[in-house]
T-cell receptor, first 116, second 113 residues
Framework: EAQVTQNPRYLITVTGKKLTVTCSQN?????MSWYRQDPGLGLRQIYY???????DKGDVPEGYKVSRKEKRNFPLILESPSPNQTSLYFC???????????????FGPGTRLTVL | AQSVAQPEDQVNVAEGNPLTVKCTYS??????LFWYVQYPNRGLQFLLK??????LVKGSYGFEAEFNKSQTSFHLKKPSALVSDSALYFC???????????FGTGTSLTVIP
């Protein structure tokens, strides 16, 4: 089954304790992305990657890191989480159009993060 | 700056009536436009997209949307609402020259039996 998986689905942590949220896709998509969803703010893009070893900042990259060492994986790293990073996080992947650029995105189930 | 506006946080409609969820956008060039739906405790699912061609786009579950370049709008419509259509709907845009997506704040649709 074609899918995007995220782990963990739920995480409660404390301020300053480094954490990683994993994301993996089995559709051989070049483009992967991370979003955070907050009430009243919708989805905001944190980082995206056009391919292996190519990453770019989205609208809200502060406090986050990503890496793209393999095509299928795109982990999100919070090196020193703070309470304002409490949110619902989504990973997504997309093929690249023949004309260039990403197309329809396929989303993972989400990771609900609480930072105390 | 690129942005998407969904002016209604909440839309209520009676079952069987037509529904409209509004979306307007601002991009520096020509847009790719998308609608996604989110059911409770689930990820987003793709509904439909406008890339080029016919301004009226048909998608999953009987939904359609009309691209209006002059009004920079991409409203989502369905002729006859179902209770199962109740969900959170997001409009998204990408400028053809960029690789970043911009989402609206979402519209919660409730279909009343």
């Amino acid at each position: 089954e074609a899918q995007v998986t995220q782990n963990p689905r739920y995480l409660i942590t404390v301020t300053g304790k480094k954490l990683t949220v994993t994301c993996s896709q089995n559709m051989n998509h070049e483009y992967m992305s991370w979003y955070r969803q907050d009430p009243g703010l919708g989805l905001r893009q944190i980082y995206y990657s056009m391919n292996v070893e190519v990453t770019d900042k989205g609208d809200v990259p502060e406090g986050y890191k990503v890496s793209r060492k393999e095509k299928r994986n795109f982990p999100l790293i919070l090196e020193s989480p703070s309470p304002n990073q409490t949110s619902l996080y989504f990973c997504a992947s997309s093929p690249i159009r023949s004309s260039g650029g990403p197309d329809t995105q396929y989303f993972g189930p989400g990771t609900r993060l609480t930072v105390l | 700056a690129q942005s998407v506006a969904q002016p209604e946080d909440q839309v209520n409609v009676a079952e069987g009536n037509p529904l409209t969820v509004k979306c307007t956008y601002s991009v520096s060039g020509n847009p790719y436009l998308f609608w996604y739906v989110q059911y409770p405790n689930r990820g987003l699912q793709f509904l439909l997209k406008y890339i080029t061609g016919d301004n009226l786009v048909k998608g999953s579950y009987g939904f359609e949307a009309e691209f209006n370049k002059s009004q920079t709008s991409f409203h989502l419509k369905k002729p006859s609402a179902l209770v199962s259509d109740s969900a959170l709907y997001f409009c998204a845009v990408r400028d053809r020259t960029g690789n970043q997506f911009y989402f609206g704040t979402g519209t919660s649709l409730t279909v009343i039996p």
